[in-house]
């Protein structure tokens, strides 16, 4: 690996582009934003003028997007203008850690595959706290080739890789992953708020919850309850962490590859509802385990 072109620069892709430029790297970075490109350029990136500029002879590139539609028109081209499968060499390894519908991934999988290029769907988990510390989860569709190409990028920025299958395969795994994220905080943030409407002491019952049968990952590592856990984002006023508008946008992709199967998921249904109510209150910029004060008498 020599050098890897780096696309998209928000809350997850610079500190994950850092840390490569922190392994010794050749990064070379592009965003929209200039000021974030700026800030991995003090850090040793190389600053291009284009996505296609940026790819145009890297090894790897790294993408990480908000939707299918921006990722298709990177790789797929726009509006008459080219995209990254018209500028790098075969030889070149794509990998996008974007959450979008599976769809979009396995369509450019196949445009890059018609070029005998492998384009690997890597979606992220672990926020942006992972991010930083580069304990990422990586779950990745695409060819037996290409994942085993792609580890070696991708063990610099995360300490999980899994392989869920073919091309868009990583997408629909992350969905489901966060479909039941979704349905746990918010059964946890209801079970906590009725001990405290209760009068017992939610630093106690998450103790007892933790080591029961309803134990959880929010009970273990993100108690959205304020003050039961200094380092989350619960006890800091919801800031930081993944926003509530991420969530919503996730369990809209999970209700689109429910209706495409035909699977019923009355569950993430629900939790789909709920954090609509909780955004359009004005809480989308929130961490999504803001959910906890719509069951809080001040809610």
């Known amino acids: 690996m020599n050098t890897v072109a780096f696309i998209g620069l928000g809350h997850m892709g610079q500190p994950m582009a850092l840390n490569l430029v922190k392994a010794g790297v050749t990064v070379k970075v592009f965003d929209l934003v200039p000021e974030a490109m700026a800030e991995l350029t003090e850090q040793g990136a190389l600053m291009a003028t284009s996505a296609c500029g940026a790819a145009a002879g890297a090894d790897v590139v790294v993408s990480m997007l908000p939707a299918g539609r921006h990722v298709r028109g990177l790789y797929l081209g726009q509006e008459g203008q080219p995209g990254l499968l018209d500028v790098v060499a075969k030889e070149t390894l794509l990998i996008d850690c974007s959450t979008i519908d599976a769809k979009s991934a396995s ?6 595959a018609s070029k005998g290029i492998e384009f690997v769907d890597a979606p992220v988990s672990g926020g942006t706290g992972g991010a930083v510390a580069g304990t990422l989860t990586f779950i990745c569709g695409g060819t037996d080739k290409g994942f085993e190409q792609a580890k070696a990028t991708l063990s610099i ?9 073919g ?9 489901c992953n966060n479909m039941l994220l979704s349905v746990l905080m918010i059964g946890t943030s209801e079970s906590l708020q009725l001990g405290i409407d209760h009068g017992l002491d939610p630093s106690v019952l998450s ?18 309850c304020p003050d039961v856990m200094p380092n989350v984002p619960s006890s800091h006023d919801y800031q930081g962490g993944f926003m509530v508008d991420l969530m919503i946008k996730d369990l809209g992709l999970s209700q689109e590859a429910a209706l495409s199967s035909n699977s019923s998921t009355p569950m993430g249904a629900l ?7 909780h955004g359009r209150k004005g809480h989308g910029q929130l961490d999504f385990s803001s ?4 069951f809080n008498k001040k809610g």
Do not use: C, D
């Open 291 to 294: 959910i906890f004060e719509e």
């Open 271 to 277: 939790a789909r509802s709920l954090y609509v109510n």
């Open 107 to 112: 369509e450019v999988a196949k445009v890059a």
């Open 207 to 224: 103790e007892i919850m933790k080591v029961s049968s309803g134990g959880n990952w929010t009970l273990e590592k993100y108690n959205p």
């Open 167 to 175: 091309a868009g395969a990583g997408q629909i795994a992350k969905i």
């Open 157 to 165: 920025m995360g300490s999980h890789i899994f392989h869920a299958g």
